[in-house]
């Protein structure tokens, strides 16, 4: 974009629900805490544009969709001197939140409080959440007119309802197709037959569909990290806590990847093999160790460690063949548990320790209590604390603040797979990437699949290739599968709930793939060479904006 595209992009907001507006008002808000800008509809207009915050303190103006605000007009007028001056109206990381709202249920509009001057905003709960209308949300960023904007339609949380991206009507589009009888009702009846026809492997699967607040599809990195009010995580029997295990076990003992890295500052690009598997030292002040995989650069000699995400965290134990959580009662520093924990429970002197009354980033195991069955049936954490908080489920872990399950890990893209303690700012960016491309081929099924031997690089050209992803008999993501692959019937013809690309490819199951959000890092394949070129977008998302995109329609689509 230069100094003689137009000025303004423009996003017109259409509501396509179908729903009654004597029953339901949508809700509109907007904000960029990067940037500390919120949506501000001018008076006597129904069009918003990007503000700044303007108080310390406060709550985000809402506006009523087709009432309000109808569009949003975005400045992206270039500099004077555009070769030396920066753009002057950057919006980075916006949010474009959708409310949808049952006039029975919700009478009044969302409350959304920000902090900071705007740079801190108190954002609304995951899905399922019964405390605001049913709710989506686009992304929205121009900091660079040089590069462009960029633009998603957001489904990594899940599925609440559809929404449709489409660029002058004629360039392109990506969420939900506007074709009748694919509504959001179609979409929910499909999932669960979806579901039983992968077999038994899938059944974890169905609780990822809800039915509070008109119910939803939630991705299951967003369902096994959910927390109650009391902030005790509420999946933890779920088998999708321990479904990668398998994998994951096969993975930590491969010596052959062989992953192009990318450079960064001061390192440049090199291929990263695997020097050793076995117990490495956490860069944490506890004195612990833990498996890892040690990645060295060929070229430049670069060590980075990876560790594993099995028997990191102890957050259950077995009882009655049920993953059970763990609680008790803490009493100064002696942690009783309610109910003892069998002998070789993953819990050791120096692990940290979550739960009433600690503090997840410091407060450590100083002491194993055990029973003459050398059950373990308590502890004593170090420091000085005081005080009987109120009994409360307990978390152990090697790492401070880091709580999670293996399967929350691999699903979230999280935990081990976004670590980077310990390392400089050049080396945190490589090793993050090099985590990224193995949590995505875990979820594509493809992990444990790639070459043994050959050109340097080849496991990330083999998890790179799209034709690979998602075999049948792998452990992999199947609401992932679900989100790319699945369709609705409407007049006998099947039509994909997610548009596809005009290049679309074929999943290694012969179905072609639409293009969606399965996981928060399901981007374009790679993410570095020597994946191959000329595959399709990935997310439903535009980065950047096509030459001459500007009109970007959002349409909230039909509900049933």
């Known amino acids: 974009m230069d100094s003689t595209s137009a000025q303004t992009i423009l996003i017109p907001l259409r509501n396509q629900t179908g729903l009654k507006a004597q029953d339901y008002t949508i809700y509109v808000l907007g904000f960029s805490p990067t940037s500390k800008k919120m949506l501000n509809v001018a008076a006597g207009t129904k069009t918003a544009t990007f503000v700044a915050m303007p108080n310390e303190t406060g709550t985000l ?97 899940g599925l609440t309802f559809p929404v449709n991206l489409t660029l002058n009507d004629s360039l392109g589009a990506v969420g939900q197709p506007l074709t009748a009888g694919v509504h959001r009702k179609a979409i929910f ?19 990822l569909q809800y039915s509070e607040n008109s119910g939803g599809l939630l991705n299951p990195g967003i369902y096994l990290t959910e927390t109650s009010a009391t902030n ?6 779920s088998p999708l806590n321990t479904y990668f295990d398998a994998e994951l076990k096969s993975l930590f003992a491969n010596r052959n990847l062989s992953i192009q890295g990318v450079a960064k500052g001061n390192i440049a690009a090199d291929v ?21 995989m040690q990645f060295k650069g060929r070229k430049t000699g670069t060590d980075l460690k990876i560790f594993s995400p099995l028997g990191l965290c102890t957050l259950t134990f077995g009882k009655s063949g049920v993953q059970t959580a763990i609680s008790g009662q803490l009493n100064d520093t002696t942690l009783t548990f309610d109910t003892a924990l069998p002998a070789e429970t993953n819990i050791v002197v120096g692990i940290y320790v979550s739960g009433a ?59 081990v797979f976004a670590y980077a303690e310990g390392y400089t700012a050049d080396q ?19 992990a444990n699949a790639a070459p043994m031997a050959g050109v340097d690089g080849r496991t990330s050209e083999y998890w ?60 374009n ?32 689509g039909a509900w049933s």
């Open 272 to 292: 990263y093999t695997v020097a050793s598997i076995g117990e490495q030292r956490l860069p944490t002040t506890n004195g612990l160790t833990h498996l890892a």
């Open 525 to 556: 394949a790679g993410p570095v060479p020597p994946a191959p070129p000329g595959q399709p977008e990935v997310p439903a998302k535009y980065d950047p904006l096509p030459k001459g995109a500007k009109v970007l329609t959002i349409t909230l």
């Open 189 to 207: 009846d499909a999932y669960k037959p979806f579901m039983n026809s992968l077999g038994s492997e899938a059944q974890p699967f169905l609780d």
């Open 464 to 523: 790179g290739t799209q034709a690979h992803w998602y075999p049948k008999g792998t452990t992999q993501n199947l609401f992932s599968l679900f989100m790319h692959t699945a369709t609705v019937i409407v007049d006998k013809e099947q039509i994909p709930i997610f548009i596809q690309a005009k290049n679309s490819v074929k999943c290694a199951r012969g179905t072609v793939m639409g293009q969606a959000y399965g996981f928060a890092y399901d981007e």
């Open 61 to 157: 103006p809402v506006y009523r969709l087709g009432v309000d605000i109808d569009q949003i007009s975005v400045d992206v007028t270039p500099p004077p001197n555009p070769s030396t001056q920066p753009f002057p109206n950057p919006i980075d990381g916006a949010r474009i939140y959708f409310f949808v709202a049952n006039n029975a249920s919700f009478p009044a509009a969302p409350v959304v409080k920000y902090a900071g001057g705007g740079s801190s905003v108190i954002n609304v709960k995951n899905p399922p959440n019964t405390e605001v209308p049913p709710y989506t949300f686009a992304e929205f960023t121009i900091v660079d007119l040089q590069y462009g904007a960029v633009i998603d339609l957001q489904t990594v949380d």
């Open 428 to 446: 945190s960016a490589v090793v993050l990437n090099l985590q990224n491309q193995i949590v995505s081929a875990l979820n594509r099924g493809i």
């Open 357 to 415: 009354g600690v503090d997840p980033t410091s407060t450590t195991v100083k002491s194993i209590t055990r029973d003459s069955k050398k059950q373990i049936t308590g502890v004593v954490i170090n420091g000085t604390q005081t005080g009987k908080p109120a009994p409360s489920q307990y978390g152990f872990s090697k790492i401070p603040s880091l709580f999670m399950t293996s399967g929350a890990m691999v699903f979230a893209n999280a935990g």
């Open 232 to 237: 005790e995580q509420t999946n933890l029997k």
